[in-house]
């Protein structure tokens, strides 16, 4: 019988003990011939996911966006409407465990599922609170959405390495990625065109209504196309990898063990660390950006909220151009520390540009940060994927994200008590200092490819078998020219 990988324990470990010990067996097995094919509904699979995802960032903005408005109408304090979108990460830290057990013992299309599905439930509880005495039904429709960010935000590099080649996976996160970021977009633009500040309370309360019920009819008609169209995996893995995963027993595998060994993997914890102090510093420029600008550039609302598309619009640019050099140099550990490097730059620019007097260096500086710094969001997760396969791919993003959130929430309470009592340039150093310190922790973090080691060695097995060289899984092992992943440190 043909020789194809079988549990990683035996398929990689060319003389690396911790391969092994982060792996559920150990125990070669001879396992029919792995056939591998991308199938061409992997682009569906990947774009109405991405649609999931950015209904569900726009449910976050749709208030903030126009907040003035929704003061007017619910009549509360700028406090009540925060906590709008505050709500989204104070739910997805203490959600995210439950949904990493579902998408490790049920699979991703039940994942997707449910969060499509609190998506759609959220957005039809909103449509009852448009009226000025029913602010908690608006509280309690956006809470139900945030659920669902729980479900849908660590899944791009799960479904990459589930459906994806090699040479594309890094490039479908990105796209993953970016659908988040055009929901966000989509909340910056669409809220204040289908929302007029108007002044008469019933015309004002039909123009949130015709928001609300379009925002439902389109979660709606994903959370259908999802039911309908979205699958688990393809019948045959896109990679070596993959198959070679998918070989381990479920007998082998606890969802517990495999939580523990990603907490002992000491490169994945660096990584853990520095991306939320990355993104949890985006998350606080992002959050009071509003804040900033209108203490530089009083009564630029609008423009304040233009440079936050701008820098959502650089950013979706970024993740894309940063997911394709992936896919064409696997320089993971290189690029990651280099876009690292240029987001601590980014920030230092605007940090001293933003008092200058000329809004038009702001668009220019924010939208660099902003290129840069979610440029940097799909690196983190495919670096983690290589860190810690055969992990499930969506338990290390699910931690990746865990940790931005609670940096988010730090550094925005931080950098906004800072802003107050001293200025904006003292809570932009703030950043920077920590933008600094998860620079350099970066550069510590051990590039330990083991899904590239994965893909190498079932291919030179392969290629030996071809050869007649190779007759069993395991004479894999003894064979100490197998070609290991390069580090790319």
Known sequence: MPWTPGPLGSATSVGSRSDVEALPSDRAQPVPEAKTKPYRRRWVMLFLFSAVSASNAFTRLQYGTIGDIFMRFY????????WLSAIYPLTYVPLIVPVLWLLENRGIRDVVLVGSAFNCMGAWIKIGSADPNLFPVAFFGQFVCSVATAF???????LA????????ASTACSI?????????????????ILVPNVDDMEELAHHISIMFYITAGVATFLFILVVIVFQERPKLPPTLAQATARSIPAEDYSYTASILRLLRNRPFILLIITYGLNVGCFYAVGTLLNRMIIEHYPGEEVNAGRIGLTIVIAGMVGSLICGIWLDK????????????????VGMIVYASTLNLGHLWVVFITAGSL???????LPLGFEFAVELTYPECEGTSSGLLNCSAQVFGIIFTICQGKII????????NIFLCVFLLIGAILTGFIKSDLRRQNANRVAKAAAERLMSGQDYGATALVSQPDAPPAKHDQ
Do not use: C, R
């Not at 849908?152 to 799960?158: A, N, Q």
């Not at 390495?161 to 594309?168: I, L």
């Not at 696997?330 to 690292?340: E, F, N, S």
């Open 420 to 427: 107050d009592g001293f200025g904006t340039l003292p809570g």
């Open 75 to 82: 009549n509360v304090d700028s406090l009540a409407i925060d």
């Open 176 to 192: 993953g990625v970016v659908g988040h970021q055009l929901g966000i977009a989509i909340g910056f633009l669409v809220p204040p």
């Open 152 to 158: 849908v935000l660590g899944i791009p590099s799960h």
């Open 161 to 168: 390495s589930v459906w994806f080649g090699e040479n594309e």
């Open 329 to 344: 140099t696997k320089t993971y550990k290189q690029t990651t520390l280099a876009v690292y490097f240029m987001s601590l």
């Open 370 to 376: 902003g290129f840069f710094m979610t440029g940097y």
